[in-house]
């Protein structure tokens, strides 16, 4: 049975500030629960409208299809929706290439850039302590389950930076042409900035160098790409030359 105490601790799971308080958070949808299931996180409770799917979760609770409309975060949620515990990052791995993020705004960007960033083999995403909480509802929804598998650590970038004895570079509309650039990545930080405003000269001066990506046939519009697309563009063509 789904009690009122269970719908009022749902709904204060939107705001950060609750879901680390009482370290939860919401995950939806068949696909995305079965893969956390799947990992290292704890489920705290499965509300089911047909409990037949997750018929071995014993910790779980039949709900009315209506009211699980009411408190899901979807504005088309199927029948599933559970709580799970939040899991303290693991240590970076700093002999690989590590994605470090400044000031994401966007939750739905963050969450394409996690799933994109496991498509590519990333394990490790370094994201500033101001970016968006990748365990918003909307960053777990955008990233299908990656958030289960990438080690995401918030920290204070700056701090970090300055103390890596690894390669750092900027992505930023005037560096080198990542076409250009042929010696490998796969030991480097790779450090993207805010949607809007890019890279901070604070931490720009920290780079060795930096990589863009160039417009083709001299075309002066869009002004620049969204943040997820470089990233993908970036690491696919990073990954290419290390194939």
């Known amino acids: 049975m789904v009690t009122k105490k269970d719908i009022k601790f749902i709904n204060s799971l939107k705001h950060k500030k609750f879901r680390h308080l009482n370290s939860s958070f919401i995950v939806e949808g068949i696909k995305s629960i079965t893969e956390f299931l799947d990992s290292d996180y704890e489920l705290i409770k499965l509300f089911s409208v047909n409990c037949s799917l997750f018929n071995k979760i014993k910790n779980q609770v039949k709900i009315d299809k209506s009211l699980l409309r009411k408190i899901s975060?979807?504005?088309?949620?199927?029948?599933?929706?559970?709580?799970?515990?939040?899991?303290?990052?693991?240590?970076?791995?700093?002999?690989?290439?590590?994605i470090a993020l400044e000031s994401i705004r966007d939750p739905g960007n963050l969450g394409t850039i996690i799933r994109t960033c496991e498509w590519f083999g990333i394990k490790d995403i370094i994201c500033s302590m101001d970016s968006v909480d990748c365990y918003s509802p909307k960053v777990i929804q955008s990233a299908m389950g990656s958030v289960s598998r990438v080690n995401i650590t918030y920290l204070d970038l700056d701090t970090y930076l300055k103390s890596a004895k690894t390669i750092k570079i900027g992505t930023s509309l005037n560096g080198k042409s990542i076409y250009q650039h042929h010696k490998s990545l796969n030991n480097a930080i790779l450090v993207f900035g805010n949607e809007a405003n890019g890279i901070s000269s604070e931490l720009f001066k920290l780079m060795d160098f930096n990589l863009s990506i160039p417009r083709f046939q001299n075309n002066n519009f869009p002004e620049s790409l969204n943040l997820a697309s470089s990233l993908g563009i970036i690491l696919g063509e990073i990954k290419r030359k290390s194939v």
């Open 73 to 98: 975060f979807l504005i088309n949620p199927d029948d599933h929706l559970a709580i799970f515990k939040l899991s303290d990052p693991k240590p970076i791995d700093n002999n690989n290439l590590i």
